[in-house]
Structures are given as C-alpha cells and as structure tokens.
C-alpha cells in the first residue's frame, strides 16, 4: 500500500520521539544506576542536575531550525513552577496529589518532550522544600515518565479544529474501553498466574498488580496511540493507572535500593522488593486515586487553557 511521505513537521516530531525514548529509557536510567553501583549517594544532586540536563536535549529539539521564543521557554517554567506550588501547598495541608496531577496535564498538552521537562524540573525543586536525598533522582524520573507517557497516548487537539471550536471536545467511552480493558485483562492474568502459581507469596496484591499492570497499560497506549480524548474520564482514569503502577512501581524499587545502603538493612533482592510491593499497595492506591480525582476536577479546564495559549502564541509549532 503506497504511504504519503511525511512532512517535515511529522518527521521532526518522529525523530524527537525516537531520541526521547532512547534518553528516558535508556540513557536516564542508566545514569541513576551508575550513580547508585559506582558512585557515593551522596552525589545524589549531580545525577538530578544530569536528568535535567537529558531532559533539555528532545525539548530543545522542538525549535530545530529556528530560535526558541521566550514565550516557549516561560511556559515551561510557569507549569514547572506552578507544578510545584500545588505540589507543596497539599503536601502540607490536604493529602492530594496535585503536582502528580499537573505533570500529566503538561505532558497532554504540551507534548510528551515537554511534560517529561515540567515533571524533571518541578520535581527537583519540589524536594528543595520537602526533602531532598538519594530518592530525588528517582522521583524526577517518575514524573517526568508520567509526563512522557501521556502526551505520547493522548490526542493534542488539531490547530485548525482548535481555532474553529474553541474547545476540546470530549471523547466516546468506547474509545478509552482498550486501554481499561488491557489493564483489566493484564490483572486478570495477574491473579490466575496467582493462583498457578503463588511461589513464596501469601497474597496477590504485590509485585504481580505492578509488572501484569505494566504490561497492560503499555500495550492500552499503544492501542491507543495518540487516540485518547482529553476529556476528565479519560485523564483520570489514566492518571489512576499509569501513577500505581509507573511511579508506584519504579519507587518502590527506589526504597529497596536506598535501604540497602543503610547498616543492618535487608540486601536488594527479590524477596525484600516483594515485601515492598505488598506493603505499597494502599500508598499508591491513594496517591493514584488522589491524583485522578484531581485530574478528573479540573484536567479538562486546564488543558484547554494550555491549548489556547499554545495556539494564540503560536507555541511549539
């Protein structure tokens, strides 16, 4: 079957996409384990300032050819910014996580480079206020994935049908039933490989709800590859899945990994990031639920603001 050439706005943003998966995948997570293996976890704030740079490299790609507007840049910093005001601000008084919220909002709207940029960055000033530590390079990795990975799934809505409707128009259920039902088949399996096989484990929720789940989601975003409607069902059911068993997953085998390093504590191995998958489950549950429910308030309001100003300054294009 003949393929239309792409045109050089689609090339571009191919090619960003490739290299941002060859940093966030592997170049990013190569860099945290060298600094826990070879270097002290004192060092913690070097690896943190190397993310950050990893992230600026797919970012800048944006403006390949042209000079970056400062307009563009601003943007990035008043969501990194306002990222990590809401972030604080529940942190120390309701227990709802909004900055996880904030994260994915950027990515949908922004793209995936750019919601990967706004969750590095908040995430390391964010920890300038709460704690920072060996855990912050993790974390930064986190929410910038979570960035990366919804505005890899979800559909950034057309200029022209943008300037024609003033409004992102909320999509059919049906569509985001793929990603659900993947996920719901991912822990279907989950359980039966349980029940066949329940090794040393005395329960099913643990590692086997984060790997199945894993496995589930990536295969639902890809189904539904840039697909997804920005309406606040979908977000907050997104923002549930991809928060428990992303983030959920990749911090608790940051728990193990820092722990070890202490005296007296538990070697890395699989049994004690078992332990630590079982005893985090109602953590990221909350943290999952918290952030969705947020999403699910206010997503849709401020990804159309995003969107507007995107489009009447003419950003990212």
């Not at 920072?132 to 994935?145: A, D, I, N, S």
């Not at 193990?256 to 699989?270: K, L, W, Y």
Request: charged share 15%; hydrophobic share 55%.
């Amino acid at each position: 079957m003949h393929q239309e050439p792409l045109t050089r706005y689609e090339a571009a943003c191919r090619r960003r996409t490739v290299v941002s998966s060859l940093i966030i995948f592997i170049l990013i997570p190569a860099t945290i384990i060298f600094g826990v293996v070879v270097m002290d976890q004192s060092a913690y704030m070097a690896i943190s300032l190397l993310v950050v740079i990893y992230t600026l490299i797919p970012f800048f790609m944006v403006f390949e050819r042209r000079r970056p507007k400062a307009r563009e840049i601003v943007l990035i910093a008043m969501m990194a910014a306002l990222t990590t005001v809401l972030h604080i601000f529940f942190h120390v008084t309701i227990p709802v996580q909004a900055g996880t919220a904030m994260v994915i909002v950027s990515g949908i709207a922004l793209g995936p480079e750019a919601g990967f940029l706004v969750g590095a960055l908040a995430r390391l000033v964010c920890n300038f206020y709460v704690g920072q530590g060996p855990w912050t390079p993790w974390q930064m990795f986190c929410w910038g994935l979570l960035g990366f990975l919804a505005g890899l799934a979800f559909n950034r809505v057309d200029v022209d049908d943008l300037r024609k409707n003033m409004r992102i128009n909320s999509g059919s259920f049906r569509i985001v039933m793929g990603p659900v039902l993947c996920v719901a088949f991912a822990t279907a399996l989950a359980y039966v490989s349980y029940l066949i096989w329940p090794g040393r484990d005395e329960t099913f929720f643990g590692w086997r709800l984060y790997v199945f789940g894993a496995a589930g989601l990536m295969a639902g975003v890809l189904l539904q590859r840039k697909r997804l409607p920005a309406d606040g069902l979908t977000m907050a059911l997104f923002t549930f899945f991809v928060t428990f068993v992303v983030y959920g997953g990749i911090m608790n085998v940051c728990a193990m990994v820092n722990a070890s390093a202490m005296p007296g504590a538990d070697p890395i191995s699989f049994n004690t990031l078992r332990v630590l998958y079982i005893a985090g489950v109602p953590y990221d549950a909350i943290h999952a639920g918290t952030a969705a429910a947020f999403i699910f308030l206010f997503g849709e309001v401020l990804t159309g603001k995003l969107e507007r100003i995107r489009i009447k300054y003419g950003i990212y294009r």
